[in-house]
């Protein structure tokens, strides 16, 4: 039974902070700049942590063992104390915990042991809700790991795989999955069972001309999906399914069609070098631009400007 005077050692997600100072060794793997999302991915020996609780939605997963064989049940005794309750935990592979924000937990593990914890920003689950659910009602059930889900898992491994090696098209994928994450614990781990709204009729004109307008505003910049959803004043899922609906593209296809467009129109009347107009258009650099372009047009911006 914790006393008045038993601190609560706190976890500021927002600010970066990660978990290392309540476990033996720092992480093996860490996320860095993702924007409402966290990764870390932890191999330490037998451990103790304190009580403590986070600011952001927690999920602790069990992956699968890099020890050698998995270990039987019996040698993998460990015990988590949750939202005032204790149990012993299965943490068989694959199994996920969750531990909402706010919420006070301590936990063991009486051999060595990896895990992994993907942390995510109420705020977001909030923004991605509000065309379900009223926001200040999102709450998450509390879940010992003790079971498995098989969608986290998919998305787990593939936020550890952008950690280990960063690919072209990164932003977006994490934006995706931290997106498809949020729906899943609306949908599946919330205490109020959301509600769909209807959007029939897709995006209206004027809302369409806004969004227009802010992407060619900023082709030059990283548009994310959160802005332009923000411009529409609905939730990024809504948002992506409406604008599909209304242009038979996705936000991230059509945003790469203005840029080839920009570049046409700068590669015929600017005197402006192929590098400086991809950095114009928000190409990466001019490899990017000329990769995107040729897969598009069937011809490089310098077969093109000389045509």
Same mark, same amino acid.
């Given at each position: 039974?914790?006393?008045?005077?038993?601190?609560?050692?706190?976890?500021?997600?927002?600010?970066?902070?990660?978990?290392? #100072?309540?476990?033996?060794?720092? +992480?093996?793997?860490?996320? #860095?700049?993702?924007?409402?999302?966290?990764?870390?991915? !932890?191999?330490?020996?037998?451990?103790?942590?304190?009580?403590?609780?986070?600011?952001?939605?927690?999920?602790?997963?069990?992956? $699968?063992?890099?020890?050698?064989?998995?270990?039987?049940?019996?040698?993998?005794?460990?015990?988590?104390?949750?939202?005032?309750?204790?149990?012993?935990?299965?943490?068989?592979?694959?199994?996920?915990?969750?531990?909402?924000?706010?919420?006070?937990?301590?936990?063991?593990?009486?051999?060595?042991?990896?895990?992994?914890?993907?942390?995510?920003?109420?705020?977001?689950?909030? !923004?991605?809700?509000?065309?379900?659910?009223?926001?200040?009602? *999102?709450?998450?059930?509390?879940?010992?790991?003790?079971?498995?889900?098989?969608?986290?898992?998919?998305?787990?491994?593939?936020?550890? +795989?952008?950690?280990?090696?960063?690919? *072209?098209?990164?932003?977006?994928?994490?934006?995706?999955?931290?997106?498809?994450?949020?729906?899943?614990?609306?949908?599946?781990?919330?205490?109020? !069972?959301?509600?769909?709204?209807?959007?029939?009729?897709?995006?209206?004109?004027?809302?369409?001309?806004?969004?227009?307008?802010?992407?060619?505003?900023?082709?030059?910049?990283? *548009?994310?999906?959160?802005?332009?959803?923000?411009?529409?004043?609905?939730?990024?899922?809504?948002?992506?399914?409406?604008?599909?609906?209304?242009?038979?593209?996705?936000?991230?296809?059509?945003?790469?069609?203005?840029?080839?467009?920009?570049?046409?129109?700068?590669?015929?009347?600017?005197?402006?070098?192929?590098?400086?107009?991809?950095?114009?258009?928000?190409?990466?650099?001019?490899? !990017?631009?000329?990769?995107?372009?040729?897969?598009?047009?069937?011809?490089? $911006?310098?077969?093109?400007?000389?045509?």
């Amino acid at each position: 039974m914790r006393t008045p005077k038993t601190v609560i050692e706190q976890i500021d997600f927002s600010c970066q902070q990660t978990a290392d #100072f309540l476990l033996p060794h720092p +992480a093996m793997l860490k996320s #860095f700049g993702w924007e409402h999302l966290h990764f870390e991915h !932890h191999h330490q020996p037998q451990f103790d942590t304190p009580e403590h609780q986070g600011n952001w939605h927690v999920i602790a997963y069990c992956p $699968p063992s890099t020890f050698g064989e998995p270990l039987p049940l019996e040698m993998r005794p460990g015990e988590r104390w949750l939202d005032g309750k204790l149990k012993r935990e299965a943490r068989n592979e694959g199994d996920i915990a969750i531990i909402p924000a706010g919420i006070a937990q301590r936990c063991s593990w009486r051999t060595a042991a990896q895990f992994t914890i993907v942390a995510i920003d109420p705020t977001f689950l909030q !923004h991605v809700g509000q065309d379900w659910v009223n926001p200040d009602r *999102i709450e998450l059930v509390p879940h010992f790991m003790t079971q498995q889900d098989v969608l986290i898992q998919s998305i787990v491994s593939t936020l550890r +795989a952008e950690v280990e090696q960063s690919k *072209i098209g990164g932003k977006l994928l994490i934006d995706s999955l931290r997106t498809t994450l949020a729906i899943h614990l609306l949908r599946n781990y919330c205490t109020t !069972h959301p509600k769909l709204s209807s959007y029939a009729d897709g995006l209206s004109q004027l809302i369409l001309q806004q969004v227009r307008e802010h992407i060619q505003e900023n082709l030059h910049q990283d *548009i994310k999906l959160i802005e332009l959803a923000a411009i529409a004043q609905m939730s990024p899922y809504h948002f992506l399914r409406l604008f599909k609906q209304t242009l038979s593209v996705t936000p991230h296809q059509y945003i790469l069609q203005c840029r080839i467009e920009k570049a046409k129109f700068l590669l015929q009347h600017s005197g402006l070098s192929i590098a400086e107009i991809a950095n114009q258009v928000g190409f990466c650099d001019q490899s !990017h631009l000329t990769r995107c372009f040729k897969r598009s047009l069937g011809v490089t $911006p310098r077969q093109f400007q000389l045509a």
